[in-house]
């Protein structure tokens, strides 16, 4: 039943979700297509352009580059990306700004009432938000929309949208249990947002030949960073780069002097072709300006002596490990790790070892939890150095509190689990 007062209430409706489908991931577009018949969704394009992001990592940074820097040629832009840190309403963005809570509800009304015409469907938590989003964005009247997906890509409730501009940002091994260890395999399914004849960006040097096989094979025109399109950039942060791209008319074009935008180049570069091939005209000045003022929480997120970073795999950690600068000297690089329990701890810790010296290990709660204990036994088999372990990352931000020398740094990472609930609190800085 649809609950009660439901137009009130928000809360009320995301605690309803959780009761809808008995797992949390159910992967296939049977059911949510079904729903988003019933709603209408699909007569019709949600905007003039729609712009899917698949990949293992930087899904999130290229989605919030192609927003900044649409936004800032003047273009009415809507994203939707998952999942959230402190508020649900940060998963959809209309002209820049978080959805408010009454388009949402009534959304979730909209769902709910296409879900239980007979026959009845089950939808998962993920399947309902994703199908509400996609219906506020489609009632806003908007020229650009960038959508990024959830987990894979051929199954994935996005998927049920053609995209205009298909995106794959990179591809390593991830939820394992759900898209398995092979990495061409993994491939395949990211790879399974590509539409025939319409654009497929390959965001990463290092893609599996399973993905431009797959483009190639249902003659969509493939953009590989690289070749299509590329950026000069020596990787050392802060130093201003260059992009070079197509134009939907296959014309070259270039721009200079762009400015460090904290997030991956490889993600920037790629969120300007995407752009680019929506017919948009890239001029140098406003690029430069957005990509100084995008920011994405949780992503190498800076609160005084703390770098805050959802980072949750091997490559995620490998690219931490490569930017994160030193502290100053005579100071220790503390990190504050909570990780679920279906995550490449080991691949993780391996790859920012040589960059801690001192470990704090949180507990995270849940089905998917895992114990700081396990953790610290992971550090241990490394090499590592473990300080102690805590019950929450608010414990082990407490323990941190008493520690921190002013040129002490701490990177806290390892889920949005974490990442969320430090931010719920102020941070422990050195006196």
Same mark, same amino acid.
């Given at each position: 039943?649809?609950?009660?007062?439901?137009?009130?209430?928000?809360?009320?409706?995301?605690?309803?979700?959780? &009761?809808? *489908?008995? =797992?949390?991931?159910?992967?296939g577009?049977?059911? =949510?297509? $079904?729903?988003?018949?019933?709603?209408?969704?699909l007569?019709s394009?949600?905007a003039?352009? +729609?712009?899917? %992001?698949?990949?293992? @990592?930087?899904k999130?940074?290229?989605?919030?580059m192609?927003?900044?820097?649409?936004l800032? *040629?003047?273009?009415?832009v809507?994203?939707?990306?998952?999942?959230?840190?402190?508020?649900? @309403?940060?998963r959809?963005?209309?002209?820049?700004?978080?959805?408010?809570?009454?388009?949402?509800?009534?959304?979730?009304?909209r =769902?709910?009432?296409?879900?239980?015409?007979?026959?009845?469907?089950?939808?998962?938590y993920?399947?309902?938000?994703?199908?509400?989003?996609?219906?506020?964005?489609?009632?806003?009247?908007?020229?650009l929309? =960038?959508?990024e997906?959830?987990l894979?890509?051929?199954?994935?409730?996005?998927n049920?949208?053609?995209?205009? +501009?298909?995106?794959?940002t &990179?591809?390593?091994?991830?939820?394992?249990?759900?898209?398995?260890?092979?990495?061409?395999?993994?491939?395949?399914?990211k790879?399974?947002i590509?539409?025939?004849?319409?654009?497929?960006?390959?965001?990463?040097? $290092?893609?599996?030949?399973?993905v431009?096989? !797959?483009?190639?094979?249902?003659? /969509?025109? +493939?953009?590989?960073?690289?070749?299509?399109?590329?950026h000069?950039?020596d990787?050392v942060?802060g130093?201003?780069?260059?992009?070079?791209?197509? !134009?939907?008319?296959?014309?070259?074009?270039?721009l200079?002097?762009?400015?460090?935008?904290g997030?991956?180049?490889? @993600? /920037?570069? $790629?969120?300007?072709q995407a752009?680019?091939? !929506?017919?948009?005209?890239?001029?140098?000045?406003?690029t430069q300006?957005?990509?100084?003022?995008v920011?994405?929480?949780?992503?190498?997120?800076?609160i005084?002596q703390?770098c805050?970073d959802?980072? *949750? @795999?091997? *490559?995620?950690? /490998?690219?931490?490990?490569?930017?994160?600068?030193?502290?100053?000297?005579?100071?220790?690089?503390?990190?504050?790790?909570g990780m679920?329990?279906?995550?490449?701890a080991?691949?993780?810790i391996?790859?920012? /070892?040589?960059?801690?010296?001192?470990? %704090?290990? %949180?507990t995270?709660e849940?089905e998917? #939890?895992?114990?700081?204990?396990?953790?610290?036994k992971?550090?241990?088999?490394?090499?590592?150095?473990v300080?102690?372990?805590?019950?929450?990352?608010?414990? #082990?931000?407490?323990?941190?509190?008493?520690?921190?020398?002013?040129?002490d740094? %701490?990177?806290?990472?390892?889920?949005?689990? $974490?990442?969320?609930?430090l931010? !719920?609190?102020?941070?422990p800085?050195?006196?």
């Amino acid at each position: 039943m649809i609950p009660s007062a439901m137009s009130k209430s928000l809360a009320e409706w995301l605690q309803h979700l959780e &009761t809808l *489908h008995p =797992v949390g991931i159910d992967m296939g577009l049977e059911r =949510v297509s $079904t729903v988003a018949e019933r709603m209408g969704l699909l007569e019709s394009p949600i905007a003039k352009h +729609v712009v899917i %992001v698949a990949g293992t @990592n930087g899904k999130g940074s290229t989605v919030a580059m192609a927003e900044a820097i649409a936004l800032a *040629h003047e273009v009415r832009v809507g994203a939707y990306s998952s999942p959230h840190l402190l508020r649900y @309403n940060e998963r959809v963005r209309i002209g820049g700004r978080e959805i408010d809570d009454e388009p949402l509800v009534d959304g979730f009304e909209r =769902v709910e009432r296409a879900r239980l015409q007979a026959p009845e469907v089950s939808l998962t938590y993920f399947e309902a938000g994703t199908l509400c989003a996609l219906w506020c964005l489609a009632q806003a009247d908007l020229d650009l929309a =960038v959508l990024e997906v959830g987990l894979g890509g051929r199954l994935d409730a996005v998927n049920i949208i053609d995209a205009d +501009v298909a995106v794959v940002t &990179t591809i390593a091994q991830d939820h394992a249990s759900f898209l398995g260890t092979d990495i061409a395999k993994i491939g395949l399914e990211k790879a399974g947002i590509f539409r025939p004849l319409r654009p497929a960006i390959l965001g990463s040097q $290092t893609m599996p030949s399973s993905v431009a096989e !797959t483009a190639i094979g249902m003659a /969509a025109p +493939v953009y590989r960073l690289g070749l299509a399109f590329s950026h000069s950039s020596d990787g050392v942060p802060g130093q201003p780069w260059c992009w070079h791209g197509l !134009t939907v008319e296959g014309d070259t074009v270039s721009l200079d002097a762009l400015p460090d935008p904290g997030l991956p180049v490889d @993600n /920037a570069a $790629t969120a300007l072709q995407a752009l680019a091939l !929506t017919g948009l005209a890239l001029k140098p000045g406003i690029t430069q300006s957005a990509l100084k003022q995008v920011t994405l929480p949780g992503r190498m997120q800076w609160i005084g002596q703390w770098c805050l970073d959802v980072g *949750h @795999n091997p *490559h995620a950690a /490998a690219y931490l490990a490569q930017r994160l600068l030193a502290p100053p000297e005579g100071g220790r690089q503390w990190a504050l790790m909570g990780m679920l329990d279906d995550k490449d701890a080991d691949g993780v810790i391996a790859a920012l /070892a040589p960059r801690v010296t001192d470990w %704090v290990c %949180v507990t995270l709660e849940g089905e998917r #939890g895992r114990k700081a204990s396990e953790l610290a036994k992971r550090i241990e088999s490394h090499g590592g150095r473990v300080y102690g372990c805590a019950d929450s990352p608010q414990a #082990g931000a407490d323990i941190l509190a008493s520690q921190l020398a002013p040129q002490d740094r %701490v990177l806290a990472f390892g889920s949005f689990v $974490t990442v969320a609930a430090l931010l !719920t609190r102020p941070l422990p800085q050195a006196q």
